[in-house]
T-cell receptor
């Protein structure tokens, strides 16, 4: 089956620092990856669509300079939360779309900013 | 824009009870419809899907039928188990390049032994 991994699975950082989250499709190539944010007991909010080799497309209201997305290869996309603040604490989930198939979700990364 | 509306939870049932979680959608085109499940502390897993009208998706005893006339995709299971306790998300995708997916708010299900 198609497997998507995320690293780290959880991270605690201090306010003002930056955190990088990796999303990898382990056994398939993903031309498109998505980044979601999930608040406690709420649904997933799409943050951005990441296409390999091009700039990410951000949803309305998502700060591009704060949430940097890089899709460097067909199997890796990274989300960097810059100058993190406590309100950025959340569960971040990525998904990878396999062409002609469906999207597969990573297990998520829980970010806590202190 | 496209949207998904699903019944609010939490839903609490006894083991072996019948489950229905309602889901309706609004879309400009002809979307694919999905149910995802999220177990505590885990990421989303695709439970079932349907890609066109009147299709029935099924998996692990769960079923949902794509009803274009009522724009619905209700999730059902005849006999729930404690292990079915999770959050269930209804979702749609317009299939227009890139597979962008819109999720409903999620419905939390508790099944008591």
């Amino acid at each position: 089956g198609a497997v998507v991994s995320q690293h780290p699975s959880w991270v605690i950082c201090k306010s003002g620092t930056s955190v990088k989250i990796e999303c990898r499709s382990l056994d398939f190539q993903a031309t498109t990856m998505f980044w979601y944010r999930q608040f406690p007991k709420q649904s997933l909010m799409l943050m951005a669509t990441s296409n390999e080799g091009s700039k990410a497309t951000y949803e309305q209201g998502v700060e591009k300079d704060k949430f940097l997305i890089n899709h460097a290869s067909l199997t890796l996309s990274t989300l960097t939360v810059t100058s993190a603040h406590p309100e950025d604490s959340s569960f971040y989930i990525c998904s990878a779309y396999r062409q002609g198939d469906e999207q597969y979700f990573g297990p998520g990364t829980r970010l806590t900013v202190t | 824009g496209d949207s998904v509306t699903q019944m609010e939870g939490p839903v609490t049932l006894s083991e072996e009870a019948f489950l229905t979680i309602n889901c309706t959608y609004t879309a400009t085109g002809y979307p694919s419809l999905f149910w995802y499940v999220q177990y505590p502390g885990e990421g989303l897993q695709l439970l079932l899907k349907a890609t066109k009208a009147d299709d029935k998706g099924s998996n692990k005893g769960f079923e949902a039928t794509y009803r274009k006339e009522t724009t619905s995709f209700h999730l059902e299971k005849g006999s729930v188990q404690v292990s079915d306790s999770a959050v269930y998300f209804c979702a749609l995708s317009e299939n227009t390049g890139g597979f962008k997916t819109i999720f409903g708010a999620g419905t939390r299900l508790f099944v008591k032994a």
